[in-house]
């Protein structure tokens, strides 16, 4: 059976869902999107991932275009259609088509495209061995707002994440125009310094990520505190732990960078019990009632 997408309100193969090539999310990335993962059916956190994208639509002026979409519904039934359970759900909003100028005013009606599809998560071998990551030569920009948006022009994030892959590492870690660290390309940074879990504050240019924002919740129950500071990589090299986040690897340790180790190497303790921490929170909020 061939899979099936939602575009703009309607369930269609995939060989069957064209988009117009004036489209502005492909002419000028004039667009964002939301990468959720789905356990037993239900996608965790769906609201949290809907706040954020609607809080970055306002911000494009796209509010209005879209008030008439479902999208919790349209996610749900993307998912019920292709009979999935656990899954990845890609939901991406644009402008719409409109003219070849950069002027998404002159754009009709949005875009609205979801895509769900099967997901295996890494081994646990992989998350024993923990990631290790690359310092990147490409630069967040803390003054700019496009750093708080998950938009379809991802193309920083794609080069670093390239970099990393031709370092032969599994993520790339970059800095600020201040020589700040601040995300990886796909994924929030912690690390834990005298039992202490520090990130960068959102000012420092990075994404307000949903697994990021779940781990802050969860670090008062560890018997210690979270702090939101300015970091700078000499930190990371001295830090006891350090671990990334994002919606599909949900917590990953992270044991190496540019060829050191951080901390012992391996994933630290505070670490492992956030990462069970979480698994009991996914399984606690995503359970049939």
């Given at each position: 059976m061939e899979e099936l997408v939602y575009l703009n309100g309607k369930l269609l193969p995939v060989s069957r869902a064209w988009l117009s090539p004036f489209d502005h999310g492909f002419l000028y990335?004039?667009?964002?999107?939301?990468?959720?993962?789905?356990?037993?059916g239900r996608v965790f956190r769906l609201a949290q991932h809907l706040d954020r994208l609607k809080r970055s639509v306002a911000f494009m002026g796209l509010t209005e275009k879209l008030a008439h979409y479902d999208l919790a519904?349209?996610?749900?039934?993307?998912?019920?259609?292709?009979?999935?359970?656990?899954?990845?759900?890609?939901l991406t909003v644009s402008a719409g088509p409109g003219e070849i100028v950069p002027d998404p005013d002159r754009c009709g009606e949005p875009t609205v495209f979801i895509i769900a599809r099967p997901y295996t998560p890494l081994s646990a071998k992989v998350y024993e061995r923990g990631f290790q990551a690359c310092l990147s030569s490409f630069r967040r920009d803390s003054l700019?707002?496009?750093?708080?948006?998950?938009?379809c022009s991802y193309l920083l994030s794609v080069l670093a994440r390239r970099e990393a892959k031709l370092a032969g590492t599994d993520e790339a870690l970059l800095l600020n125009e201040k020589g700040e660290l601040t995300e990886g390309s796909i994924s929030n940074l912690f690390i834990v310094s005298g039992g202490v879990v520090l990130t960068s504050p959102l000012e420092s240019g990075i994404l307000p990520g949903i697994?990021?924002?779940?781990?802050?919740?969860?670090?008062?129950?560890?018997?210690?505190k979270a702090v939101e500071k300015r970091l700078v990589p000499g930190e990371l090299f001295q830090a006891d732990e350090a671990f990334i986040t994002n919606s599909l690897l949900e917590i990953m340790p992270l044991t190496m960078v540019d060829s050191k180790p951080v901390g012992s190497g391996h994933p630290g303790p505070l670490t492992r019990k956030l990462m069970s921490a979480y698994k009991d929170l996914v399984r606690t909020e995503t359970k049939s009632s």
């Amino acid at each position: 059976m061939e899979e099936l997408v939602y575009l703009n309100g309607k369930l269609l193969p995939v060989s069957r869902a064209w988009l117009s090539p004036f489209d502005h999310g492909f002419l000028y990335g004039y667009g964002l999107f939301e990468t959720m993962r789905v356990y037993s059916g239900r996608v965790f956190r769906l609201a949290q991932h809907l706040d954020r994208l609607k809080r970055s639509v306002a911000f494009m002026g796209l509010t209005e275009k879209l008030a008439h979409y479902d999208l919790a519904r349209a996610v749900s039934d993307t998912l019920q259609a292709n009979h999935l359970s656990d899954a990845r759900v890609r939901l991406t909003v644009s402008a719409g088509p409109g003219e070849i100028v950069p002027d998404p005013d002159r754009c009709g009606e949005p875009t609205v495209f979801i895509i769900a599809r099967p997901y295996t998560p890494l081994s646990a071998k992989v998350y024993e061995r923990g990631f290790q990551a690359c310092l990147s030569s490409f630069r967040r920009d803390s003054l700019s707002p496009l750093s708080r948006l998950k938009s379809c022009s991802y193309l920083l994030s794609v080069l670093a994440r390239r970099e990393a892959k031709l370092a032969g590492t599994d993520e790339a870690l970059l800095l600020n125009e201040k020589g700040e660290l601040t995300e990886g390309s796909i994924s929030n940074l912690f690390i834990v310094s005298g039992g202490v879990v520090l990130t960068s504050p959102l000012e420092s240019g990075i994404l307000p990520g949903i697994t990021r924002e779940t781990v802050l919740e969860l670090v008062p129950s560890m018997a210690t505190k979270a702090v939101e500071k300015r970091l700078v990589p000499g930190e990371l090299f001295q830090a006891d732990e350090a671990f990334i986040t994002n919606s599909l690897l949900e917590i990953m340790p992270l044991t190496m960078v540019d060829s050191k180790p951080v901390g012992s190497g391996h994933p630290g303790p505070l670490t492992r019990k956030l990462m069970s921490a979480y698994k009991d929170l996914v399984r606690t909020e995503t359970k049939s009632s």
